[in-house]
């Protein structure tokens, strides 16, 4: 039987392709810890996850002080077990994003690892719902882009065969939002979905009149439009409007997702397996959605989320926002505005390893041993 008998840690800083800003931030910096677990067989896994500019020095030092070590010896195949003892040896100061980033970067290391061996793509091993999904892209629709781009991008996005585009709403009064959106739908027309995302920005009086008035407009969703921890607020704002209401990018435990899918206050999952805990969590939360009728369109890392969604039966969207470019050969396969799933056993990410260590942080580089 394996065991694992290496862990090497690295984190690289990669700028964002675009400037990206919503209604409360701006995203500069993804800090990207990645992890690659070598077993006695010499088979290797390699998983990652990200911050959006903060908190990657603290992920590493939780990584390679308290989590890695942890890993050394263990049954690189007990995955649950595994995952449950990083959560409890770090109960005291869990549930929250430091502790949640650091665990997923093991745990999708451990699923490539296990994959590898099996000779198998994670969306096969993970359940093999499909072997593509459509995508829609978010890069053109940022807050402070002028009403005009925003228009030219998503005709672009429609050319190519993407089946929506997601546009930034937080403006100072409905009646901005208002307005770019119209001339979004206007050019579009109505066989086209149009995303939004309000990143918490609003409360929930606020929200409840932005959405009666962008009704009109028939949106695929609103995201994140309340604080991630209002659940109440949820619910008075899903039923106050027919639009769906979207959350989970920053929900950090199964059991957030339980509340929320329990008390009606969201009709569309975005779990994130960067910001959930890893791929274990991911699965666990998808099959939840799917008795309860909702789907999952899983938030950012593209290249990870594509097996993800194409493994389950409720895997609506892949969210098209290109940042491993930097650091892999192969990109991601997209026919048609469709995203294929990976033919490669494991997590199907190409690492450009040259690259990846040229990027590395130093002080953050190091591999722990038997």
Known sequence: MARIEKVELRMVDLVPKVKRTDAIQSFVSQETPIVTITDSDGAVGTGYSYTIGTGGSSVMRLLSDHLAPRLIGRDPDMIEAIWHDLEFATHATTIGAITAIAIAAIDTALWDLRAKKQKLPLWKLAGGAKDRCPLYTTEGGWLHIETQALVDDALAAKAKGFRG??????????????????????????????????????????????????????????????????????????????????????????RHFREYMQKGACSIVQVDVGRIGGITPWLKIAHAAEAFDIPVCPHFLMELHVSLTCAVQNGRYVEYIPQLDQLTGKHMRIEDGQAL???????????DWDAVKAMSIAEFTTAITR
Do not use: C
Request: charged share 30%.
């Open 165 to 254: 585009s997601k546009v930034k709403i937080g403006k100072p009064h409905g009646s901005e939002d208002l307005a770019r959106l119209s001339a979004v739908r206007k050019a579009v027309g109505d066989g086209y979905e149009i995303m939004t995302d309000a990143n918490q920005g609003f409360s929930v009086d606020e929200a409840i009149r932005r959405a009666a008035r962008l009704r009109e407009l028939d949106l695929a969703w609103i995201e994140e439009p309340l604080p991630a921890d209002d659940i109440d607020g949820h619910v008075r704002l899903s039923n106050s409007t027919p639009t769906p209401i979207a959350i989970g990018e920053s929900l950090y435990s199964i």
């Open 341 to 351: 799933a990976p033919d490669e056993p494991g997590i199907g990410i190409d690492w």
